[in-house]
Every structure is written in C-alpha cells, then in structure tokens.
C-alpha cells in the first residue's frame, strides 16, 4: 500500500520570496516520485520526476524537490516566487513493483498563493 | 504536437442523461486513464487500460464506462447511474510499464442538473 499526505492545503507567500511545499509518502516498494502542477481549470503538467537517481531533482520554471528517504519526504522548494506560480501542486507516488499502470497515488493538492 | 486532447472543455447535462466524454492521444502511449477530481479531494482513478481492448476499474468506477477500440482513444461514458457526476474530468496516458509518469489532456468539466 501506499500514501501521500501533503501537508499544507494552502501556502501563501510574497512575490520573490521562497516557496516550500511539503509532501510526506509510505510506500512498500522503492517509490517514483512526482510533482505536478494545475493552472485553474487545466490539466495537470508534470514539474519534476525522482526514480531513484540523484536525490535533488531539478524541474521547470526553477522548481527543485529533494528526496529523504530517511524522512518520508519529498519537498518541493523554489528560490523566489513569481505571480505566474500561483497555482495548485500535487505531490504523487509511484511504487508498485513491476509498473505503474494503476498506482499512482494522488495527495490532495496545495493551494499557493503568491502576494504581490 | 503530440499531446492528449480531451473534447468538449465544458459539458451541460440534465439529470438521467448519459452523456460520453472524449480523449484523444497522439503520444503512441500503451496506457490511458480517466481521473475525477473534486474541489479538495485530489484525484480519484474511476478506469485505465494498459492495452487496446482491455481495461480496469479504477477505485470509483461505478456509474461510469469505458471502451478501448483504438489506441489512441479512450471515451468515458458518465451514466445516468452516476449519482453525483458534476466534476472536472481529466485523462491521462503513458507509455505503461516501466514508464509511471503520466501526460495530462485539458479536461472536461461537466454540470449535471
């Protein structure tokens, strides 16, 4: 089985001061790890990806996340918030051996709001 | 541009009506899906087939169907058994096993009344 609880449902923040967004997972297997992100009435697009390579992952539009394995956690941060960033974020995870094609786990999502 | 289209972006219906909702890819990608989401409840899988003429249910199937005739498209037909079917309605492909992140279409927002 596995889990994602993202731990904040809203975060706001000041225009070019620092996003954290925090996800915390369980999962029985090596997980892949997602954030994605969804502009009011869109898809979601894919930020960034971990699948057990280098544990600090860089994604688009300066968004970084590092993986702890030893805390659960998986982070998404960026240095300075812009307007363009206000959106909701979704922490994801992927653990089930031998594919993904059913399990995906979706956390609730965090609202950001970037104050000018 | 490969990508997922999902056709139309809004969708009115009265109450007791099946009504089908359209994803299109053009991505060449095995696996295709269909999520609900609701204003605070994240994702919820209702189906996904890995392959043509195959497909699952997904955690809340019930008052939905799919079919998979091509491999490039996956329909949802939201019946009138659905019990609260007004949602935001999302699609998603990948290349399927060994490949877990998923490609998202615009979705379909769908009133029921």
């Known amino acids: 089985a596995q889990s994602v609880t993202q731990l904040d449902s809203h975060v706001s923040v000041s225009e070019g001061t620092p996003v954290l967004l925090r996800c915390n997972y369980s999962?029985?297997?090596?997980?892949?790890l997602f954030w994605y992100v969804q502009h009011p009435n869109k898809g979601l697009q894919l930020l960034l990806k971990?699948?057990?390579?280098?544990?600090l992952v860089k994604g688009i539009n300066g968004f970084e996340a590092e993986f702890k394995k030893s805390e659960t956690s998986f982070h998404l941060t960026k240095p300075s918030a812009h307007m363009s960033d206000a959106a909701e974020y979704f922490c994801?995870?992927?653990?089930?051996?031998?594919?993904?094609?059913?399990?995906?786990?979706f956390g609730k999502g965090t609202h950001l709001i970037i104050q000018p | 541009d490969g990508g997922i289209t999902q056709s139309p972006k809004y969708l009115f219906r009265k109450e007791g009506q099946n009504v089908t909702l359209s994803c299109e890819q053009n991505?060449?990608?095995?696996?295709m899906y269909w999520y609900r989401q609701d204003p605070g409840q994240g994702l919820r899988l209702i189906y996904y087939s890995q392959i043509v003429n195959d497909f699952q249910k997904g955690d809340i199937a019930e008052g939905y169907s799919v079919s998979r005739e091509k491999k490039e498209s996956f329909p949802l037909t939201v019946t009138s058994a659905q019990k609260n079917p007004t949602a935001f309605y999302l699609c998603a492909s990948n290349r399927g096993q060994g490949a877990y992140e998923q490609y998202f279409g615009p979705g379909t927002r769908l009133t029921v009344t």
């Open positions: 971990y699948t057990s390579a280098a544990t």
């Open positions: 999962s029985s297997y090596s997980p892949s």
């Open positions: 994801v995870v992927s653990g089930q051996s031998g594919g993904g094609a059913d399990g995906l786990t």
């Open positions: 991505l060449n990608h095995d696996a």
